[in-house]
């Protein structure tokens, strides 16, 4: 603890954010960073914590707060503060494969369980952390790590997102020969078209792949396995194969003449406007539009900013589940994970443009409605209301909702049928991928699996630790052991 009194003396400070009406004039990432003397001194605040809550990922009433990842928190927030960046840099990459992502998309499960924020405002964790991988990367110290050693043995990743990214660099940092195949145009997964430019911009992705390639990794794309590559070809020529697909299978809307036109899923929305930022393809385009999102997550929450970006005339956010708090409850106490009202980038956007949240709450959607052509010309809604956990209708409480433009952001029900079943292999109730708990092996001799395909709809940070977690069982599987 370099400065004992820090968390005293100084206040939180995060990085700036550009004024909702000045950002939505294109989709570059709005979030200045410090100086580096402000950003030493939010390092100060740290106070080095006999336990630290932040690393830990406690799970408490089945919500996980801490780093899932246990990053060395304490350890790199003083090396900050005292101004060794490059030893800063050394501590986080023990434990994070891609700080760059999770300092851009994570929502800090670190910063709700930091001990400063029981009395006070908790430490800018994730601004220092992205602080310290974009310095590493300014002064030159992020330089490919070519393993000396190949064991010789070959793994087969099959997809691109971060728990695929993950897998392939840590076992390629052990040695073995490592080959991700991605069905898309671009590796990346949803960091490269499921999550918007202004929350995580391509560049930042393509640097890391670049990297990663030169460290010997070889990504190989409009590879879609069980499609059009064989997944039996795969088993035959590879030691070990690890899907890592996702969880892609979107959850519908169920109601009265769903198949109108102008109904997209926000995966599908999203994909379209980041290809069409990147290649000038034809985006799903919400220019001039009345739009409605059904769905009140972050997802959700990035349809309403592309939305806004692409030049929409209105945009509703739909929510089915009531309101949460705008402050704690005494129910819901530090260190637990804090069960707020939280009022995302997008939505600040809505309210500056427009004049007013775009949330409705405890609403859900009876019936599309169109014209002639069976276009999508509006909505009619019911309010909702949960007791004793099953939902009711609000009797009297319909609404009909103009929209010609709709969004469904309503999550994702598992992985795809055509990937398990090119397999062989079993899925849980959830239709995520069978394993035994505690392991990734899928249940069939060579095949292993991780991220969202195996725990369903997550985030960046726990594909990440899923990814690391996988890779040591994986390397024990072709090695007998592991010291990884």
């Known amino acids: 603890m370099g400065k004992p009194t820090g968390f005293l003396e100084y206040q939180r400070t995060e990085n700036p954010s550009s004024a909702p009406k000045e950002r ?16 030493q001194k939010q390092g100060a605040r740290c106070m080095n914590c006999g336990v630290p809550f932040c690393q830990s990922a406690l799970v408490l009433k089945g919500m996980v707060t801490g780093c899932p990842l246990h990053n060395l928190i304490p350890e790199w927030n003083d090396e900050v503060y005292h101004g060794n960046f490059s030893q800063a840099l ?38 220092n952390e992205l ?17 000396p050693v190949r064991t010789g043995k070959t793994v087969a990743v099959i997809g691109s997102g971060p728990a695929g990214l993950a897998v392939a660099d840590q076992l390629n940092q052990r040695g073995h020969q490592v080959t991700v195949f991605e069905r898309e145009d671009r590796p990346g997964g949803l960091l490269m078209y499921g999550i918007p430019n202004m929350k995580l911009d391509k560049s930042i992705v393509l640097r890391r792949l670049s990297l990663m390639e030169t460290e010997g990794i070889r990504f190989v794309t409009n590879a879609d396995v069980g499609k059009n590559i064989d997944a039996k070809k795969i088993l035959k020529d590879y030691d070990a194969v690890v899907l890592c697909c996702g969880s892609k299978k979107p959850r519908d809307l169920v109601g009265e003449n769903r198949q109108v036109k102008g109904i997209y899923f926000a995966v599908d929305f999203l994909t379209a406007a980041t290809k069409h930022l990147m290649d000038q393809t034809s985006p799903i385009s919400a220019k001039g539009k009345k739009v409605v999102i ?112 709709l969004l469904i952001a309503t999550g994702f029900t598992g992985c795809e049928d055509y990937i398990t079943d090119a397999f062989q292999l079993e899925r ?18 060579k095949v292993f699996t991780a991220g969202d395909v ?25 090695m007998g052991y592991t010291n990884m």
């Open 90 to 127: 050394w501590r986080l990459r023990k434990t994070n494969n891609f700080p760059e992502f999770t300092g851009r998309v994570c929502p800090a499960l670190c910063e709700k369980a930091c001990i400063c924020g029981l009395n006070d405002d908790p430490v800018t964790i994730k601004d």
């Open 294 to 405: 059904v769905g009140g997550g972050d997802t959700g929450n990035d349809c309403v900013g592309t939305c806004i970006r692409q030049g929409c005339t209105s945009v509703t956010q739909i929510e089915m589940m009531p309101k949460l708090p705008d402050e704690r409850l005494a129910s819901n106490p530090w260190p637990e994970w804090p069960r707020i009202c939280k009022t995302d980038y997008g939505q600040e956007e809505a309210c500056a443009l427009f004049g007013h949240d775009p949330r409705i709450y405890e609403t859900t959607v009876k019936e599309f409605l169109s014209d002639e052509k069976g276009h999508l010309t509006g909505i009619r809604t019911v309010k909702v209301r949960f007791e004793n956990g099953k939902m009711t209708e609000v009797k009297d409480s319909e609404q009909i909702i103009e929209a010609d433009l």
């Open 454 to 478: 195996r725990r369903g709809q997550s985030l960046v940070v726990w594909a990440i630790a899923e990814g690391r977690q996988c890779a040591r069982e994986v390397d024990q599987y072709l």
């Open 428 to 445: 849980t109730a959830r239709g995520t991928i069978s394993t035994a708990p505690s392991s990734f092996a899928a249940g069939k001799e």
């Open 131 to 147: 602080f310290i991988i974009e310095t590493g990367f300014a002064s030159g110290n992020m330089q490919p790590v070519i393993p």
């Open 24 to 39: 939505i004039q294109d989709y570059h990432e709005f979030h200045p960073p410090l100086s580096a003397e402000e950003r």
